[in-house]
């Protein structure tokens, strides 16, 4: 018997969910054009600066964490031996 | 008179009666005892209520009561009552008994009025949550709580040290403001520095929390480091030091959480995240820091507790939590996958969710006091979380790539606790009214304006592109089988590698010098016997048969000797 489909097994409902997201994130750069933003700190001014700010910080935060790996990770059973 | 009864004394008195009675009523106990508790503080305890006793000369305090105090002894009855429910199903006496007397501490301590007391509370919640870590069974869980412990204990040593020399120096042992002007200051800072898992103190945490029980988690996610928090915003509002400690501990854990396998570990590295920003509010220390802290504190226990109720219903049934062996859940445990992302959702401070109306006021404070660059740090540490509390943990686990594991949804009992968690993510963040009453300080903050929540989904929806961006591209690091090195490994490799090092060394030394006495010996002896003298030396080359000879001829000779000459001279 074949096993039931889910949700996410389909590829195109997949896509669906990454389009809207990708829609989601585009309006929210066009909206920092329209809205009247207060600005606290300097870097606010910077046109959709916490989209930038975001998009770099996980990726710097990955990347690092990636070359970290080569200095911190041991097998499993290393405080066993 | 109800007013005098100190709270703590109904979860005692309930471990005491789930002592004696059992089955099924011991559970009638468990769930009474938060809501009573609730109750009782709710209608008969005011501000400004006081409960003394003496103690040889001194007046100590058992209930002193303000804002505060009062603000975390709800929140601890919230929390014990949401991880009771999550527990009930447990017969296990033991964890049943540490749960009240844990529970019942963390409330005696945020109303203890004086160090003394304190410290009694402090050291009892040390004493209490090692039995959900030692409850596991495991000789892992064995070996991980006596560290545990350790670092628990040390933490109430430099408690009671340092109220000494409070006492000594000022005179009085009442718990309020201390500040760091003085070495009792300092003593008192490190305590509870270990209890809310300052870096490289914060091991203890890391390691024993994955280790712990599935139900077992959920109670000390809630209790230790939170009362921690507390202490540190009672005595140390203000003092510098802290923003900078909980700026550090708002960004390191982050890294580790990134790449760690174990998904409840990625949860107590995360916890430290959560701190590291109510340490720094404490640190800034203005009316808005110091609301924000505690609100943030009041938040964190319900979505870190929701978080680690979702992770702990997967280990319940898969029987591991291994990001590299999960994935597809979402199949069959399609509820407590929508909990656990309430749960990311509220931690990541989505708007709307409770983690937003809390972290936003201590972020608003730093740029208030202008801490420009370490506000950009902090806005690092806040993507960060959302990359690996927010996405990595509900992804992992209950989507990527199916794992045809198909385990049955939660018990119901694990459901009710994490809705009633998530209900209050939702609440507090879109009704944020109601927890603003509560804080210590007067409130003039609002957190929803166009600005604020305009920035904040930008920054959650760009961070989330970068996940979606590195798993396409194929940078995401996979989730691999393995132990990370952390501050931990000077006790665990260091400290043990050396002290072996140095066992081995000196056994060996003994062994040279031990063999070079022994040859000396045998080298002088050697010469001895080859010497003329040495044909009169009669214990070494003859046979011992020969020596009772001579001996029984001397004997001999004696006897007659009596017989003969003796008689002969009479």
Known sequence: MPEKQYFFDKPKNVNRVLYGFYVICGLLVIADFIVHRHIGLDWERIPAFYAMYGFVACVLLVVLAKLMRKLVMRKEDYYDE | ?570
Not at chain 2, 8 to 16: S, W
Not at chain 2, 30 to 45: D, E, V
Not at chain 2, 220 to 248: D, N
């Open chain 2, 1 to 570: 008179m109800m007013s005098e009864l100190p709270p703590f004394l109904i979860f005692f008195a309930a471990a005491l009666l789930v002592l004696l009675v059992r089955g099924q009523l011991s559970k009638l106990f468990l769930l009474a005892a938060p809501i009573l508790t609730g109750l009782h503080i709710w209608m008969n305890i005011q501000i400004g209520d006081a409960f003394t006793y003496s103690l040889l000369n001194l007046e100590l305090q058992f209930l002193r009561v303000d804002k505060l105090s009062l603000l975390f002894a709800y929140l601890f009855c919230i929390a014990s009552l949401i991880a009771t429910i999550y527990a009930i199903h447990v017969d296990d006496l033991k964890q049943q008994l540490a749960a009240l007397l844990y529970a019942g501490s963390a409330i005696g301590a945020v109303f203890a009025g004086d160090l003394l007391t304190l410290f009694i509370f402090w050291e009892l919640l040390a004493i209490s949550s090692v039995f959900f870590i030692w409850a596991r069974g495991t000789e892992k869980a064995l070996k991980a709580g006596i560290r545990y412990l350790i670092f628990q204990i040390t933490s109430g040593v430099f408690l009671l040290a340092g109220a000494l020399v409070y006492f000594k120096t000022t005179g009085s042992l009442s718990f309020n403001h201390i500040g760091l002007g003085n070495t009792a200051g300092w003593l008192i800072m490190i305590a509870f520095g270990i209890k809310s898992a300052f870096p490289f103190l914060h091991t203890w945490l890391t390691d024993g929390y994955p280790e712990a029980t599935v139900t077992g988690t959920v109670f000390l996610s809630a209790f230790t480091t939170k009362v921690a928090v507390y202490a540190l915003a009672r005595g140390f509002a203000g003092e510098e030091i802290l923003v900078y400690i909980g700026v550090t501990m708002a960004c390191f854990p982050i890294f580790y959480a990134v790449i760690e396998n174990d998904l409840r570990k990625v949860l107590a590295y995360s916890l430290i995240n959560q701190v590291g920003f109510m340490i720094t509010g404490i640190g800034i220390g203005t009316a808005l820091a110091l609301n924000g802290a505690v609100a943030h504190a009041f938040s964190d226990v319900i979505f870190k507790g929701l978080l680690f109720m979702s992770m702990g219903a997967v280990l319940h049934r898969v029987g591991h939590v291994n990001g590299s062996d999960l994935g597809g859940l979402y199949k069959t445990m399609p509820k407590t996958a929508a909990l656990c992302i309430v749960g990311a959702l509220s931690i990541s401070a989505f708007p709307l969710f409770s983690g937003f109306v809390s972290k936003s006021m201590v972020m608003t404070a730093m740029m208030q006091e202008h801490y420009d660059y370490l506000w950009l740090l902090m806005l690092f540490a806040s993507a960060g979380v959302f990359h690996h509390a927010g996405i990595k943990i509900p992804y992992f686990a209950f989507f990527a790539h199916d794992s045809h594991l198909r385990p049955q949804e939660a018990p119901r009992n694990m459901l009710l606790a994490m809705s009633l968690a998530a209900f209050l993510c939702i609440f507090i963040g879109s009704q944020p009214q109601f927890l603003y009453a509560m804080l210590p300080m007067p409130v003039e903050y609002w957190p929803y304006d166009v600005t604020h929540v305009l920035a904040q989904l930008q920054l959650l929806f760009f961070s989330a592109m970068a996940f979606v961006w590195l798993n396409k591209v194929g940078i995401y690091p996979p989730e691999l089988r393995s132990v990370n090195v952390d501050a931990e490994w000077f006790y665990r490799k260091l400290l043990p590698v050396s002290a072996r090092n140095v066992i081995m060394t000196l056994s060996d030394d003994k062994a040279y010098i031990k063999s070079s006495i022994t040859n000396t010996f045998n080298r002088l002896r050697n010469g001895f016997s080859q010497m003329s003298i040495a044909r009169y030396h009669l214990s070494e080359s003859w046979p011992t048969g020969s020596m009772v000879v001579w001996i029984s001829v001397i004997l001999a000779a004696y006897l007659l000797l009596d017989s003969f000459v003796y008689k002969t001279i009479q």
